[in-house]
Nanobody
């Protein structure tokens, strides 16, 4: 069993920055791919970014490419999402997900373990 906990959300003005953290605990959690997804009110959950098991591969949604950076520290079983140049349309609940069977995937259905989410609100 793997537990996932996100933190770091909050309220920020447009153009500002936030760094989200995703701590995973449990059996061999540090060897799992980790992805970030987000869901805005009234919208479907969408892919944001993913990082492979040892961080050699990353992939981003076009909407965040060049502004967001995903990274991980396997010694701490933690992944990070650095979000710069935030826009009001980035407002959403951000979720971290992980799964031992995933090498790298943008599909939310591929991930078994999810956190509770952290709210990010960007004011204009």
């Amino acid at each position: 069993q793997v537990q996932v906990v996100e933190s770091g959300g909050g309220l920020v003005q447009a153009g500002g920055s936030l760094r989200l953290s995703c701590a995973a605990s449990g059996r061999t959690a540090s060897s799992y791919a980790m992805g970030w997804f987000r869901q805005a009110p009234g919208k479907e959950r969408e892919f944001v970014a993913v990082i492979s098991r040892i961080g050699e591969d990353t992939f981003y949604a076009d909407s965040v490419k060049g502004r967001f950076t995903i990274s991980r520290d396997n010694a701490k079983n933690t992944a990070y999402l650095q979000m710069n140049s935030l826009k009001p349309e980035d407002t959403a609940v951000y979720y971290c997900a992980t799964d031992s069977t995933v090498v790298i995937s943008i599909m939310s259905s591929a991930y078994k373990y999810w956190g509770q989410g952290t709210q990010v609100t960007v004011s204009s």
